[in-house]
C-alpha cells in the first residue's frame, strides 16, 4: 500500500489525525474514542454513525487493538523509507514526480520510467523552485503595482466623476437661469405689447364711442327739425345740412396681431434630437404628383392623364417621375392632390422638416391612415383624422373646421418643422430656420398616424435629409 494511502486508512474521519484509541462500530466503522464521545447522546442511548448514520450504541463500541499498533507503527517509521518495501528513497520518478526506492525502480510501474538520484533532483528543482518563487516575486510586485495605480485611476475616475456632475449642474443651472431670464424677457415684451395694444384699443373704442356719439345727436337734430312747423324748419336748416353731410365715420378698422414671436432659444437642436427620416408611399399618391430624387422630391405636376407625350418627355428630361403603379388591393388618393408618408408613428416623438421650393401654398401634417376618400380640401383638419398647416413663403393657417385668417410671417416661411409628441396628444409646427412656434394641435391620438403631404396646383417640396437625431 503506498504511504498516502496508508495515512489515509490510518485517519480518523472526525479528527482528520492518526487514530488515538481507535474504536469500532457496529456498522464497522473505526473512529477515535475521544471523537465519538462528542456524538454520544445525553441519555447514553444509541447515536448514529458519523459517516454512514446507522444507530449504535456506546455499549456496542470494540477497541480496535490491531488498527491501534498499525497505526502507532506507521507514527514511529523513520522518515525517507519507502512506504511499500521499506527501502530509503534514494530514486526521483520524473514521470510520477515521487521519491522511489532501489526496488520501486524495478517494478512493473516504473520500470520505464525516467529516474534520477533523490540529491540531483533536490538540486535541480530547489534551483527551479528558487527561480520560479523570484519571477513569481516579480509578477507579485507588478501585480501590486498595477493594483496601487488602478486603486489610483479609481480615486481619480470618481473625482472627475463628482468634478463632471458638479460640471453638468452647474452649466445647466446657467442654463436655467438663461431660460428663466428669456422667458422673463419675452413675457415683458409680450406684457408691453398688450398694454400699448390695450391703451390703442382704449382710444379706438373712444373715437368710436365719439363718432357715434355726434351722429346720434344729428340724427335727433334732424328728426326733430323735420317734424317741426313751416317756419322753425326754414330756420338756417342749411347749416344742419352742412354739418351732417360734414360728420363722416373717419376710423379705419384694423386686425389685432400679435407681434410678440415665441421664440425659445436652442429650440432648434432640442428638437433635432428627435429628427427622423421621412420617405414617401407613393403607392399612396394622386396621379397628379410626380417624384424625384428617391421620393424626397414632389410635385404637383400635368396630370397623367392628358397630354401623355408631353408630360412623358417633361418627366425624362427633368428627372421627375409618376408615381409608382400599384394594384387595386392598396388605397391611393383619387381626389386630391395628396401623398402619405411610409412611415408609421404609434407613440414617442419625431421631428422631420419639409421646404417649399416656390411661391404657391402646400400642406403638411400628420394624418390617420383611412382618409384616402375626402374629396373636398375644406374637409382636411382634426374632424376627419388631418392635422396640418397649409402654408406658403408669404402666409400660413392651420386646417381646422372654422375659417382662420391667414397669419403673415417675418421672415418668409420656406421650411417647416413638424414635431409629434404621440404620448401627449400634441403636433406642433415651427419656422424651422429660426425655431418660431407656429401653432399646436392638442388632442388625444388613439390610431397609427403617418406624415401628409399636400400640394396646390404645380407647388413643389423637398423633404430635406436628416442631418441629426435619430
Wanted: net charge neutral.
Amino acid at each position: 500500500m503506498e504511504s498516502k494511502d496508508l495515512q489515509e486508512e490510518l485517519t480518523c474521519p472526525i479528527c482528520l489525525e492518526y487514530f488515538e484509541d481507535p474504536v469500532s462500530m457496529e456498522c464497522g466503522h473505526n473512529f477515535c474514542r475521544s471523537c465519538l464521545r462528542r456524538s454520544w447522546a445525553p441519555d447514553g442511548g444509541a447515536f448514529p454513525c458519523p459517516e454512514c448514520r446507522q444507530p449504535s450504541s456506546p455499549a456496542s463500541l470494540r477497541p480496535n487493538r490491531a488498527l491501534a499498533r498499525l497505526t502507532e507503527r506507521t507514527r514511529r517509521r523513520p522518515s525517507g523509507l519507502c512506504g511499500r518495501h521499506w527501502e530509503p528513497l534514494r530514486l526521483f520518478c520524473e514521470d510520477d514526480q515521487l521519491p522511489v526506492c532501489l526496488v520501486c525502480r524495478e517494478s512493473q510501474e516504473h520500470q520505464d520510467h525516467s529516474m534520477a538520484p533523490v540529491d540531483e533532483a533536490f538540486e535541480s528543482y530547489l534551483d527551479k523552485l528558487l527561480e520560479t518563487q523570484c519571477s513569481l516575486t516579480e509578477k507579485l510586485k507588478t501585480a501590486m503595482c498595477l493594483q496601487d495605480t488602478e486603486r489610483k485611476n479609481a480615486t481619480e475616475w470618481k473625482d472627475k466623476m463628482k468634478n463632471q456632475k458638479l460640471r453638468f449642474r452647474a452649466e445647466f443651472t446657467k442654463l436655467h437661469n438663461f431660460l428663466d431670464e428669456e422667458e422673463q424677457l419675452f413675457l415683458q415684451r409680450l406684457s408691453k405689447e398688450e398694454e400699448e395694444t390695450k391703451k390703442k384699443r382704449t382710444e379706438n373704442t373712444l373715437r368710436l364711442h365719439q363718432i357715434i356719439t355726434s351722429l346720434k345727436t344729428l340724427i335727433l337734430e334732424v328728426k326733430e327739425k323735420s317734424q317741426g312747423s313751416t317756419l322753425e324748419l326754414l330756420q338756417n336748416p342749411k347749416d344742419l345740412l352742412t354739418r351732417s353731410k360734414n360728420q363722416d365715420v373717419n376710423y379705419s378698422l384694423e386686425v389685432l396681431e400679435v407681434k410678440t414671436l415665441c421664440r425659445i432659444p436652442m429650440l432648434k437642436e432640442m428638437l433635432k434630437r428627435f429628427q427622423v427620416a421621412i420617405s414617401v408611399a407613393e403607392d399612396t399618391a394622386h396621379s397628379q404628383l410626380v417624384f424625384s430624387q428617391e421620393g424626397r422630391y414632389m410635385k404637383n405636376g400635368v396630370p397623367a392623364s392628358s397630354r401623355p407625350l408631353l408630360s412623358t418627355a417633361w418627366s425624362y428630361f427633368t428627372g421627375w417621375r409618376p408615381p409608382q403603379q400599384t394594384t387595386d388591393s392598396v388605397k391611393r388618393f383619387q381626389h386630391l392632390p395628396c401623398v402619405l408618408g411610409k412611415n408609421v408613428f404609434t407613440s414617442g416623438k419625431h421631428y422631420w422638416e419639409v421646404e417649399n421650393r416656390d411661391s404657391l401654398e402646400i400642406a403638411v401634417g400628420v394624418c390617420q391612415e383611412d382618409i384616402m376618400g375626402i374629396d373636398d380640401n375644406s374637409e382636411m383638419s382634426p374632424r376627419v383624422g388631418i392635422w396640418a398647416i397649409c402654408w406658403s413663403p408669404t402666409s400660413y393657417c392651420p386646417l381646422t373646421d372654422s375659417p382662420i385668417s391667414p397669419t403673415k410671417p417675418e421672415p418668409a416661411l420656406h421650411r417647416v418643422g413638424v414635431f409629434l409628441d404621440y404620448g401627449a396628444g400634441d403636433i406642433s409646427f415651427y419656422n424651422a430656420v429660426d425655431g418660431v412656434h407656429l401653432h399646436t394641435f392638442s388632442c388625444s391620438f388613439v390610431s397609427r398616424l403617418r406624415p401628409f403631404f399636400w400640394l396646390s396646383s404645380l407647388a413643389s417640396l423637398v423633404i430635406p435629409p436628416v442631418t441629426g437625431g435619430k
